[in-house]
């Protein structure tokens, strides 16, 4: 019925997109002190599609997010009891004007540009800033974590040859938690937990989400003109090959922060009443109060890259290759202190098809600091295996098996995301589409990987998807 109302109401020339998703997640084990013990999500995604003119396409997208954790009980978080927490937050989606006239193409408002070939670890991929609110996408996920951000693209195809511009206006922040979940950056970092925690003090649990952004990204780029970002990209096809080049000057969304331990400890003892700690530390940090001092400082620097990446077809293989280079990025030292240091990203995969019963992708990616050095999470330089399998049997109609998995090949830590879906069939291609997934996330590492970081995040998940 909700779909025969929505083809009654939609001019010929309009696409709707509609789709509800409800998710619930269970921590598998109890083995961390400050740890979610269930979280549910639910998000709304409404958007219509329309042409203009002939030469003119409208998209506008967007959503109402809803999600909810309970912590165990007794537990706490950072320096203040654990609570349950409950936000809603209304989302703008990808929302642009496309105008083509022949070979030239204009987008303009929020957008999602994907570049590079790679399908799991693309160093070509920089354009967008990540969602990494709710952790790693699992197996199976419809969402693309990434964020559509304003920018103007411009670009040229032909036969033979293609030209992308790029143009961002405003800086904008990977999307995170600093705080208030089991994917917080303190998680990284505990040095931050102290400084960060305080905020308990300033805001009612139903204001926590949205202060989390302005947490991880302190001191943005101001929004001026001239703080935008460009990139370029060309690219050439033919006889089963893609070829692309690119090159890019943008800011650096992993920011530089320092932490002022003397002033964190000092608004730690204030909070706790600790007059013997507030006596010896305020005489040390009261200049620094003077002069506006913060517990955390952050700043964000522009880094060049260039890029170059490949795809051949051959028979039911594609073959892929990616490797970006920059002579400055933003990486933390084994002392936890951000270093700028010359790096290059690769990534090499193939991808193979069989009938559409079975698909599967392996890539082998990682990241070389150019700068002798122990980094956190990369060490003296990071590789790892990834690869998604996915299987549709014939025998069930509407099941899909998925597996993905990652190994590093340079430190002990590894994840897996298993998931099974299932949607039952459509009377017509107009009629509403049901999915039910179930999985599980399983990772675990040595001290100074991201599997390590987040190692105690085993969880079973739940997820029911309604679309149109």
Request: no cysteine.
């Amino acid at each position: 019925m909700m779909a025969l109302i929505v083809a009654l109401a939609t001019p010929s020339d309009m696409q709707v997109i509609a789709r509800f998703e409800a998710a619930i997640e269970g921590d598998l084990a109890h083995d961390a002190a400050d740890e979610d013990l269930l979280a549910a999500s639910t998000r709304w995604t409404l958007g219509v599609e329309t042409r203009l003119s002939a030469a003119t396409l409208m998209h506008l997208e967007g959503a109402l997010r809803g999600a909810g954790r309970t912590p165990s009980p007794g537990e706490w978080r950072g320096l203040a009891p654990a609570r349950g927490r409950a936000e809603a937050t209304a989302e703008l989606g990808e929302a642009w004007l496309s105008h083509r006239r022949g070979p030239l193409r204009l987008d303009v408002g929020q957008l999602i540009v994907r570049w590079g070939v790679m399908d799991l670890q693309s160093p070509n991929d920089v354009l967008n800033p990540m969602d990494l609110r709710d952790g790693p996408p699992r197996a199976g996920a419809t969402d693309v974590p990434v964020r559509p951000i304003p920018m103007l693209r411009a670009s040229h195809v032909s036969d033979d040859l293609s030209l992308e511009l790029v143009w961002q206006p405003f800086f904008v922040p990977h999307w995170g938690s600093a705080t208030d979940s089991d994917w917080a950056a303190t998680r990284l970092d505990p040095s931050l937990a102290g400084a960060l925690s305080l905020t308990d003090l300033l805001v009612a649990p139903s204001a926590s989400e949205a202060l989390q952004p302005l947490l991880l990204t302190p001191d943005p780029p101001e929004a001026w003109p001239s703080n935008g970002s460009v990139a370029a990209r060309v690219g050439t096809s033919g006889e089963g090959l893609d070829l692309h080049a690119q090159v890019s000057w943008a800011w650096d969304r992993t920011p530089t922060l320092r932490v002022d331990p003397e002033l964190t400890a000092l608004l730690v003892a204030a909070r706790e009443d600790d007059l013997p700690t507030l006596l010896r530390l305020y005489p040390r940090v009261a200049p620094r109060l003077a002069d506006g001092g913060r517990a955390v400082e952050a700043r964000h620097e522009r880094t060049l890259t260039a890029g170059v990446d490949a795809a051949m077809a051959v028979d039911a293989y594609v073959v892929k290759a990616e490797v970006a280079a920059t002579p400055g990025r933003t990486l933390y030292d084994a002392a936890l202190q951000p270093v700028r240091a010359p790096a290059l990203s690769w990534a090499v995969g193939v991808d193979w098809l069989d009938d559409e019963a079975l698909s599967a992708t392996l890539e082998l990616s990682g990241l070389t600091p150019l700068r002798d050095g122990e980094y956190l999470l990369f060490g003296r330089g990071w590789a790892q295996a990834g690869g998604v399998a996915q299987w549709r049997p014939s025998q069930v109609e509407g099941v899909e098996v998925t597996l993905a998995l990652q190994h590093a090949l340079t430190a002990r830590a590894w994840a897996a995301s298993p998931t099974v879906a299932w949607s039952p069939p459509r009377a017509s291609a107009d009629a509403l589409r049901h999915t039910l997934a179930a999985g599980l996330l399983l990772l675990d590492g040595e001290a100074g990987t991201l599997m390590g970081a987040f190692g105690h995040n085993d969880a079973a998940h739940l997820r029911y998807t309604l679309s149109l």
